[in-house]
């Protein structure tokens, strides 16, 4: 079993920066890989980043491609998602995922093959 617990949402203005924190318990961290999804109002769960399990391979959407930074501290067992030049088409409720059955250097986007997820953590960037 593996718990996620993010943190670090909030209201910002656009233009400005948010940085999330996903803190993972349960299982060795380092074993699986991460992702980060976001859920606006009326919308379906959409793919954000992903890391892989030692850090070395990440993968964005092209929505947020150049704005956002996604990395992970496997001794701190926690997952992080940067976010700079925020837009309000970035609000929404974002998610972090663990894949516990990703290869070591694999990634994953699709929401259907991730094992885990956290509570959600809300993001409202005004305009």
């Known amino acids: 079993q593996v718990q996620l617990v993010e943190s670090g949402g909030g209201l910002v203005q656009a233009g400005g920066s948010l940085r999330l924190s996903c803190a993972a318990s349960g299982r060795t961290f380092s074993q699986y890989c991460m992702g980060w999804f976001r859920q606006a109002p009326g919308k379906e769960r959409e793919f954000v980043a992903t890391i892989s399990r030692n850090g070395g391979s990440t993968f964005y959407a092209d929505s947020v491609k150049g704005r956002f930074t996604i990395s992970r501290d496997n001794a701190k067992n926690t997952v992080y998602l940067q976010m700079n030049s925020l837009e309000p088409e970035d609000t929404g409720v974002y998610y972090c995922?663990?894949?516990?059955?990703?290869?070591?250097?694999?990634?994953?986007?699709?929401?259907?093959?991730?094992?885990?997820w956290g509570q959600g953590t809300q993001v409202t960037v005004s305009s």
């Open positions: 995922a663990a894949d516990i059955r990703a290869s070591f250097s694999g990634l994953t986007t699709a929401p259907s093959l991730y094992d885990y």
